[in-house]
């Protein structure tokens, strides 16, 4: 089984290089995943254990 250290993160470049207001979609096998740069919110709600589904 390969190292999964030595492989990357895919879409990795993709997703670091988003910029506010953008957001990456990645389809897999019919669910849709949408990407997009945390916000400051985001981030303290994070840090308190609060999920907001």
């Known amino acids: ?8 993160f895919p879409y990795e470049r ?6 506010d ?9 019919g669910t849709a995943f949408v990407i997009r740069p945390a916000t400051n919110e985001d981030l303290d709600m ?4 609060v999920m907001d589904m």
């Open 21 to 29: 207001g953008e957001q990456l979609i990645i389809h897999l096998s």
């Open 14 to 19: 993709e997703i670091m290089e988003l910029n």
């Open 1 to 8: 089984m390969e190292n999964s250290k030595n492989r990357p």
């Open 46 to 49: 994070n840090h308190c254990g």
